[in-house]
Structure formats: structure tokens, C-alpha cells
């Protein structure tokens, strides 16, 4: 059973510049967080989604920042106009169900780096 | 005050030793609390659930005190792989939507040497 996959691993951008990252759920996995790791700092949800739904953005910088988990495809976490302080880890989360109680599993993480 | 505080070390222990790390957290509608661990410019992998009865595994032992809002990770016979940061994550549940959550402590880094 793979894990959950994210991709790209790394992604390089100039400020200004769109970024897009995507997440695929562990199999049989229909919830799904973005969490993001700043340097030095401990990991801050931002989002989590159902298929077509978000559920909870309560974490997501009110501009540049959007999400979505279409019916079909992986979930995508997209940066416009990406700034510097916007460098960091972020890692994709799924679970089975949505309810507190269930484990989250963590992919490898997208390291973005802003130039 | 943080909503997960965790004593971030560092702690430098030899092998074979007993460690253990503490946790508090703030909010008493906490529901679900866990021990993720994550080793340098990796992804946090679960260690374990806690429960309120305390919960073992092999050398890892959990406990979890409500009325205290305090959880805490004992590690016997520490090994060199144990050599890692120390997550504690609680989830919240607020009611509505929120419960999806993960709060992260600021983790307990761990060196174990031989």
C-alpha cells in the first residue's frame, strides 16, 4: 500500500512566481491536510480537505494561498506570487476518516525555496 | 501561552539509557493526542496514539494525564536510531469543523551516543 505521495520533492521559484503542489492520498485515504514547516519552526496546519470540499481553511494566509481536492486527481496547494518568506516544507496529511481520533500520515514533504 | 509546550532539549543521552519527555497543552477540549517523531528534513512519521490508560509499545510507553493537560514519552534502552525530534500533537476538537487539526508541539530533540 504506498504511502501518501507528494510531488515535486523540491521546487525552486522567483518571487513572483506561481507555485503548485501536489498530494495524493494514501489509498482509501478521502481526507486531507497541508501542514507547512518554516525554518526552525514546528509544523502549522493550513488546510483540510474532503473530495471537492474544504472543510477547514482556518490556517491558510488570507492572500496567494488557495487549495482544492478535486473528485478526480490529487490535491493541489497552489502560491501565487510567491514572496520569500513563503520558503519552506510543506507536508500533505491523509486519514481515513475525519474524525479527531484517527492517525494522520504524513508524504515526503515539498521543499519550496523562493529566490 | 503555546498551545502545545514541549521542553525542546537538546537531550544527549548514551545508548542503553531511559528518556523521557514531557507535554502540556492548553486547550482541555483536546480530544486525540500523539507522538510523532521526525528525523532531520524528514516527514513526521507516528510514533504512537495515547490514551488516557497510558499505552506501551515495545520500548516507547505513553501516558496521558487529563485533569494535568499533560502527556509524556518514556524511551527505554534508548538505541543510536532513536536519534531524533519528538513531536507532541494533540487534536482539538472545538466542535464544527475543527476537527481535523493537528497542533504541533515545537518538538524534544533526541541524540543518543554510543
Known amino acids: 500500500n504506498a504511502g501518501v505521495m507528494q510531488n515535486p520533492r523540491h521546487l525552486v521559484r522567483r518571487r513572483g512566481q506561481e507555485a503548485r503542489l501536489r498530494c495524493s492520498p494514501m489509498k482509501g485515504h478521502s481526507h486531507v491536510y497541508w501542514y507547512r514547516q518554516l525554518p526552525e519552526e514546528g509544523l502549522k496546519f493550513m488546510v483540510y480537505l474532503q473530495k471537492e470540499n474544504i472543510i477547514d481553511e482556518s490556517g491558510m494566509p488570507k492572500e496567494r494561498f488557495s487549495a482544492e481536492f478535486p473528485k478526480e486527481g490529487p490535491s493541489i496547494l497552489r502560491i501565487q506570487q510567491v514572496v520569500r518568506g513563503d520558503s519552506a516544507a510543506y507536508f500533505c496529511a491523509s486519514s481515513p476518516f475525519g474524525q479527531e481520533f484517527y492517525e494522520q500520515y504524513f508524504g515526503p514533504g515539498t521543499r519550496l525555496t523562493v529566490t | 501561552r503555546k498551545e502545545v509546550e514541549q521542553d525542546p532539549g537538546p537531550f544527549n543521552v548514551p545508548e542503553g539509557a531511559t528518556v523521557a519527555f514531557n507535554c502540556t497543552y492548553s486547550n482541555s477540549a483536546s480530544q486525540s493526542f500523539f507522538w510523532y517523531r521526525q528525523d532531520c528534513r524528514k516527514e513526521p512519521k507516528l510514533l504512537m496514539s495515547v490514551y488516557s490508560s497510558g499505552n506501551e509499545d515495545g520500548r516507547f510507553t505513553a501516558q496521558l494525564n487529563r485533569a494535568s493537560q499533560y502527556i509524556s514519552l518514556l524511551i527505554r534502552d534508548s538505541k543510536l536510531s532513536d536519534s531524533a525530534t519528538y513531536l507532541c500533537?494533540?487534536?482539538?476538537?472545538?466542535?464544527?469543523?475543527?476537527?481535523?487539526?493537528?497542533?504541533f508541539g515545537q518538538g524534544t530533540i533526541l541524540t543518543v551516543h554510543p
Open positions: 500533537v494533540v487534536n482539538v476538537n472545538a466542535g464544527g469543523t475543527s476537527y481535523g487539526k493537528l497542533t
